[in-house]
Every structure is written in C-alpha cells, then in structure tokens.
C-alpha cells in the first residue's frame, strides 16, 4: 500500500512540476521579458517545497485499481516511463513506471496484459513489441503496472511538453 501511495505521490509531485513550469512559461510569454536566473531559482525552490513535504490523501487524485479493458478506447505511449489510456472524451488515467520500460516508444505498438474478467489491474503488464522480421510482432519485456492516475487531457499535454523540454535540455548538455 505505501509502495503505491508513493508511486502515486511521485506521479502527482511531477504532474505539479509541470503545471509549474508552464505557468512560468505563460507568464514569461505574456510579460515578454528574457527568463533570469532568478526566476530559475523559485521554480526550483517550488519544487523542493513541492517534493519535500509529507502527501496527505487529498493530494491524491482518482487511482482505481483495475481499467474495464472494453472501455479503452486508445493507448498513448508517451514515453518509455509513462501511458496513458484514454476511456472516454475526457476520461484519462496515467501509468508512470518506477524505471524505464524497454522498448516503449511513442507511435510504436504494445500489448496490455489484463489479469483476467476484461479488466485491466495494478500488477497487470504491459509489453512493448518488436518486429520479429517476417511481418509479425514479437512481445518485449513485461513491465509491471503499478498504478493508475486519473488526469485530464490538459494534464497529459503538459507533461508531453514538460518531457519534451526535458529531452532537449539533456541533448543540448
């Protein structure tokens, strides 16, 4: 239980970084002024308030234990350490891996291994595939589904842009 409270709370701490980093952004853009370092510098202490303090169960947002697999209506990898499934218009829920998940690339497929009676639960798996070359798909490494957290659409086009930001500051180190 505290395994997934803290999985939980480190998906929760980083969808609040984003958040963060893009109202930054907005109101940079919207003062049309250079980022300083100072600003830097808050954001970061923002962070580490955000990361230090103990979670309390408010901080936790709709995390069911299993997804009814008939009510999937698209998977989004986003990248080897996060999916989401998308339910309804506006229903999403986000799997955030502890570590990377081999083989898990945004555009290619994967497979969900549902435990059994149509659902998809917390311990279930998923898989990234491989082309085995001769046309077929061979199953990759499976990586254990610790958790599933309710975002909204808004929530996931931030982290696409947070990760995104993230990925170009580590190419251009």
Do not use: W
Not at 56 to 63: G, I, L, R, V
């Amino acid at each position: 239980m505290i395994v997934r409270f803290k999985s939980a709370f480190k998906s929760l701490a980083f969808l609040l970084v984003c958040l963060a980093a893009t109202i930054v952004i907005a109101e940079e853009v919207d003062s049309n002024t250079p980022k300083t370092a100072a600003s830097d510098e808050a954001v970061d202490l923002s962070v580490e308030e955000i990361l230090r303090r103990d979670p309390e169960q408010k901080d936790y947002s709709k995390a069911p234990r299993c997804l009814q697999t008939q009510r999937i209506r698209s998977v989004d990898v986003i990248d080897d350490r996060h999916v989401a499934f998308r339910m309804s218009r506006k229903e999403y829920y986000l799997v955030q891996f502890d570590h990377r998940c081999p083989g898990l690339r945004r555009g290619k497929p994967i497979i969900y291994e549902p435990g059994g009676s149509g659902r998809l639960c917390v311990l279930d798996g998923i898989r990234a595939t491989y082309d085995n070359g001769l046309g077929g798909l061979q199953p990759g490494m499976r990586c254990s589904i610790n958790g599933f957290q309710s975002v909204s659409k808004e929530q996931l086009v931030l982290l696409k842009d947070a990760l995104k930001v993230e990925r170009r500051k580590k190419k251009s180190s």
